[in-house]
């Protein structure tokens, strides 16, 4: 018997010893199945072993997710990867999952790497002290003083009652000078002393995880101010860019020696909900004991500062990661802080009265659903009521009552009822099905979330992401993802509208991912119709199609011919094959103007034989992609793509093109970002903090709240804040910049 035991989910695994051999090489282990059964998914049921037998090993290492599950009670295979817990278990991603996803091969391979110190007792390491105190009162503090005083750094870390200042309180300030010290220091402390710490903070560098939320809360409720700041959260980002990594717990469990204190922290609140009755999704930190909150507390600004000293060099180490976090990222996020201030006017009571409108639509899609013969004669048959929003019921209504031939089958092999599938069938009941889906979502998700998180003041506060995604756009988290919101739905955008004596105006990047395309690969056939200020889709079409008309003429002579060349621009730049350019102009065209496959593919040859540049772009991106699965944006924005080397070519490509995607895309939204950058600096030295309020920014576009007075003078800095030029613009050419006003959001005219 060996001290080393590998746990499977089940005896389907009949390759689990060669599986193991690849990673770990000369050396002895066990495995032991959860189930006996050659099961490919088990349940709680199916499971046989006698789980005291793994009390025998020295290591157990659970493989995949549902031997995590079971062996240790944990979910979350990728977070605990690697990660040694309770002296004990050692969870490992399951190396198939490397086939699907080629980028958890590295992680694969470091969790196995860690095994053999432990079984030598070489993992442990040093046990480090740690020095926590939580500080009461003024006389707790005093002999920390000094410390505070002389130390150059100091990482910062707020509990809060609620992720918003506007509808919470800071709980408490934790401090570290150094790794494995912190302390907690009360609000009613920082408050007494409200002084001394500001000052503290404004003339040393701090350190937070996520410092939007940190210097925002903190900058409502004291009034405090952070000239000088670094976030491990971004240094992360720049590192790492895969999204969804970049939580301070997850990389304390990764990269320091704190442990898995979330899930500590987590099993008391549980505990705590079930004794007091209380429902976790009403649960906040201020409900916490103070002995609980404040070792809490410490930890994560113990773990912040060791991420600082392990990423913040390593940043350092990268010319081009450097740029990316100091003239980007930083000052991305005291933009974006302030656009979460500023937050978006909402007419409240439309807000009511289209919540009352939509449920009148929902109730009549319902009943008109219900009428209808067909779904009578399922009610008929089940003896149950039809469920418009079950899956299998609709299955069941569409192609065994009325016989719709099915056309595409769902990942797990049933045939989809999915909003493709419904608007191909041409069938009354699919379009009623469609719009009830349309008005609830337009009901529960938007306008409930507009009526439940407007602020007393009467305005909506959302989160904005520069994190969030891969490709550097933003994302909107929060009381409304503005990122979602459906780009023709205007009744939802007229909700946000401006107060008396303002204007909503709306800032659009015109053609900007083309632009910045031609910029790229140096395209003088892309670049001339913006130099010669024409209709570039008219443009492309008359070159490409030998129009006999002038360019201006196109859009209104030739229109499917301008849709063609629409279709074919933003086709190539993705990358996308004859047969989706030709789906895509299809889709849209006019009964009898059609393109086939084979013409689709004679439009691609032609447009790269006027736009050679461009091809050779994207050819050289391709190689550059295949050769190294990396490549950089022009801003220093790493995009790894791990997948680019998958055995399955399907895979592979995918990952090539969303790589020379991400070189357009990236540039396009750092340009409009570094504007709004712009922006909020003329902002400021103007003191228009209350005059011109910019609240939102979706992908191209920033939306502000302008009061009427200053429309013209915001127009024109505006359009230089965003014109700027950033190494990427076509001189005495920049980037064509669109204005529109109105009273509210979705009542926009051009200017």
Request: hydrophobic share 35%; charged share 25%; aromatic share 10%.
């Amino acid at each position: 018997m060996s001290d080393l035991c590998f746990v499977f989910a089940s005896a389907a695994e009949k390759n689990a010893d060669k599986i193991i051999n690849k990673y770990l090489k000369d050396t002895d282990f066990d495995i032991q199945y959860l189930s006996s059964g050659a099961k490919e998914k088990i349940l709680k049921k199916d499971i046989d072993l006698e789980m005291s037998v793994l009390d025998n090993y020295k290591l157990v290492c659970p493989v995949g997710a549902d031997a995590l599950k079971y062996v240790t009670g944990i979910t979350g295979i990728t977070k605990y990867n690697g990660v040694h817990l309770e002296k004990k278990y050692m969870p490992i991603v399951h190396p198939n999952m490397a086939i699907v996803k080629p980028q958890m091969e590295d992680e694969i391979k470091k969790a196995f790497s860690r095994i053999s110190p432990i079984m030598n007792d070489e993992d442990a390491g040093v046990q480090v002290e740690k020095d926590y105190m939580h500080i009461e009162t003024e006389a707790q503090l005093e002999p920390y003083k000094e410390s505070l005083i002389a130390a150059k750094t100091l990482v910062v870390d707020i509990e809060t009652s609620s992720v918003s200042p506007y509808t919470g309180s800071i709980l408490g300030v934790a401090i570290s000078t150094k790794a494995n010290q912190g302390l907690y220091v009360s609000i009613d402390v920082v408050n007494k002393l409200h002084d001394w710490f500001h000052n503290l903070f404004k003339t040393r560098k701090c350190i937070f995880h996520n410092a939007k939320f940190d210097m925002g809360f903190m900058e409502y409720e004291l009034k405090f101010n952070f000239p000088d700041w670094e976030d491990t959260m971004l240094l992360h980002y720049c590192l790492e860019e895969a999204v969804g990594t970049h939580g301070l717990k997850p990389l304390a469990l990764r990269f320091t020696d704190l442990g898995d204190y979330e899930r500590e922290l987590d099993d008391y609140k549980k505990s705590w909900a079930r004794r007091n009755k209380v429902k976790l999704a009403d649960f906040n930190y201020g409900m916490l004991p103070a002995e609980i909150l404040a070792p809490y507390a410490c930890k994560d600004a113990d773990a912040t500062f060791q991420l600082y000293n392990k990423f913040k060099p390593l940043v350092d180490k990268s010319e081009d990661f450097t740029k990316l976090y100091t003239k980007i990222l930083k000052p991305a996020t005291v933009a974006l802080k302030r656009l979460e201030k500023n937050g978006g006017p909402v007419d409240v009571q439309a807000v009511d009265a289209l919540q009352q409108s939509y449920q009148i639509d929902v109730e009549e899609c319902i009943d008109e659903i219900s009428n209808h013969p067909a779904v009578q004669r399922f009610e008929r048959i089940h003896n149950k009521t039809f469920n418009p929003n079950s899956t299998m019921q609709l299955r069941d209504l569409f192609f065994n009552i009325l016989k719709v031939k099915p056309t595409k089958k769902t990942e797990t092999g049933a045939w989809s009822v999915d909003k493709e599938v419904l608007q191909t069938m041409s069938h009354p009941l699919a379009e009623a099905v469609l719009d009830l889906r349309e008005k609830s979502k337009m009901a529960g998700t938007y306008i409930s979330n507009i009526q439940n998180g407007v602020d007393s003041d009467g305005r909506l506060r959302s989160g904005f992401n520069i994190h969030g995604t891969t490709s550097g756009r933003l994302s909107s988290s929060g009381n409304l993802n503005y990122q979602n919101i459906p780009r023709d739905n205007k009744d939802i955008k007229k909700l946000f509208k401006a107060r008396p004596g303002y204007k909503i105006v709306q800032c659009d990047l015109g053609t900007a991912e083309v632009y910045y395309a031609a910029m790229l690969s140096n395209d003088k056939f892309l670049q001339k119709a913006f130099i010669d200020k024409l209709d570039f889709h008219s443009y492309v079409a008359k070159q490409m199609f030998n129009l006999e008309c002038e360019i201006h003429e196109v859009k209104s002579k030739h229109p499917a011919q301008r849709q063609y060349a629409k279709a074919i621009t933003f086709g190539i730049m993705y990358q996308a094959g004859p047969a989706k350019i030709a789906e895509t102009v299809n889709k849209d065209a006019i009964q009898g103007e059609e393109i086939s496959i084979p013409q689709a593919k004679l439009f691609i040859n032609k447009y790269f034989n006027e736009a050679r540049a461009l091809k050779r772009f994207i050819d050289a991106s391709n190689q550059q992609i295949e050769n190294y699965a990396y490549i950089y944006s022009f801003f220093g924005r790493k995009r790894r793509l791990p997948e680019s080397k998958s055995p399955n070519p399907g895979v592979a490509k995918h990952a090539i093109r969303s790589g020379v995607n991400f070189l357009v895309q990236s540039v396009a939204s750092d340009i409009n970002i570094m504007g709004v950058i712009d922006l909020i600096k003329w902002i400021d030295e103007n003191n228009y903090q209350n005059d011109i309020l910019p609240f939102t920014v979706v992908h191209d576009s920033i939306v502000s709240e302008v009061k009427e007075d200053l429309i013209d003078t915001y127009v024109s800095n505006a359009r230089r804040c965003i014109q700027t030029d950033r190494g990427l613009s076509i001189p005495d050419c920049p980037i064509k910049v669109d204005f529109e006003l109105g009273d509210s959001w979705g009542e926009l005219n051009e200017i």
